[in-house]
């Protein structure tokens, strides 16, 4: 006699979280994570994300091309932890410089390795959890750009949100029926 197997996912209500006033918000509360396996592991996502001005002043983003990445930070152990921070070229542009009110919006690619494979950059945690962005949005910029003053940190991140996988849903329930 064989035996079935019965997958029950249970559903997250969008109205149990919120993006609420975070300075930066995320497209969705909830994002799968896929594991992909060209030579090494890696966990591979993207997120939607939009940063609305709220100040008085214009504030600034630096990077080489293109801003640079916001890192992706995991709630453990009663802390933000950095658990993903892409590897990005040293050379620095002009400043994108985002008016008071002014909304910039962004995509930003999640690809890191799973620790123990000599690879960067590395995704540093167990995928199921909670997560939000942190991303380096400055007040002003002076000469040199290292001595910069960034925003506080309340109005550089994101709301949070869950990042989810196949291999390990914290919210599914695997019933076999025989």
Same mark, same amino acid.
């Given at each position: 006699?064989?035996?079935?197997?019965?997958?029950?996912?249970?559903?997250?209500?969008?109205? +149990?979280?919120?993006?609420?006033?975070?300075?930066? *918000?995320?497209?969705?509360?909830?994002?799968?994570?896929?594991?992909? @396996?060209? +030579?090494?592991?890696?966990?591979?996502?993207?997120?939607?994300?939009?940063?609305?001005?709220?100040?008085?002043?214009?504030?600034?983003?630096?990077?080489?091309?293109?801003?640079?990445?916001?890192?992706?930070?995991?709630?453990?152990?009663?802390?933000?932890?950095?658990?993903?921070?892409?590897?990005? @070229?040293?050379?620095?542009?002009?400043?994108?410089?985002?008016?008071?009110?002014?909304?910039?919006?962004?995509?930003?690619?999640?690809?890191?390795?799973?620790?123990?494979?000599?690879?960067?950059?590395?995704?540093?945690?167990?995928?199921?959890? *909670?997560? *939000?962005?942190?991303?380096? &949005?400055?007040?002003?910029?002076?000469?040199?750009? @290292?001595?910069?003053?960034?925003?506080?940190? +309340?109005?550089? &991140?994101?709301?949070?949100?869950?990042?989810? @996988?196949?291999?390990?849903?914290?919210?599914?329930?695997?019933?076999?029926?025989?």
């Amino acid at each position: 006699m064989g035996m079935a197997l019965a997958i029950v996912t249970l559903g997250c209500s969008a109205t +149990s979280q919120t993006r609420g006033d975070a300075a930066i *918000r995320t497209d969705q509360l909830i994002y799968h994570a896929e594991i992909v @396996n060209d +030579s090494r592991p890696a966990v591979q996502l993207t997120i939607e994300t939009e940063y609305t001005n709220t100040t008085d002043n214009t504030v600034y983003l630096i990077g080489c091309h293109q801003p640079s990445a916001p890192q992706l930070q995991k709630y453990k152990d009663g802390e933000w932890v950095t658990v993903y921070s892409p590897v990005e @070229n040293e050379c620095l542009s002009p400043p994108w410089e985002i008016s008071p009110g002014e909304t910039y919006r962004d995509t930003y690619q999640v690809y890191g390795y799973l620790p123990g494979y000599n690879a960067a950059p590395t995704f540093d945690a167990t995928i199921p959890g *909670r997560y *939000r962005l942190v991303r380096d &949005i400055y007040q002003e910029l002076s000469d040199p750009v @290292n001595e910069a003053e960034l925003l506080p940190l +309340s109005e550089r &991140i994101s709301n949070e949100f869950k990042i989810i @996988n196949d291999v390990e849903y914290g919210n599914t329930i695997i019933i076999v029926i025989s």
